[in-house]
């Protein structure tokens, strides 16, 4: 009788310090609705996408806003593989950044939300939200 208990010894990493790239927008997103008092949603959609290359992983951050029929403004999307990093990035413009580790994501997260597009839309829905 073989002991298959111990084939994934030395294989499971059980410390993982590296932070998803779908942990980092689902936090994005909770702090934009915790910033806007619940009036805009980060929502986050996470698909695999198969390629004739392998599969792929591709994220979606929209901000959606419950009391205007939940429009939705699309944000970004990333897409990587089952490493994590590296990544790209594509703004909704269709302008791609790539991301080797969770800071270079971070900081790709920051140039796409201060860019005067996306402080516009949060802006613009917030005031229409405000003013029904």
Known sequence: MSNLSSIFDGVIDTEITVKP???????????????????????????????????????????????LNNYCFHVLTISHDFDLYPLKIEDRRGEYKDADNQDKLEQALKEIFSSSEVKKAINGLLAQIKSA
């Open 21 to 67: 790239p779908l942990a980092v927008l689902k936090e994005l997103g909770q702090e934009l609705e915790k910033r806007t008092q619940g009036l805009l949603v980060g929502s986050v959609e996470q698909r695999t996408i198969r390629t004739p290359y392998g599969d792929n992983f591709s994220i979606e951050f929209d901000i959606t806003a419950p009391a």
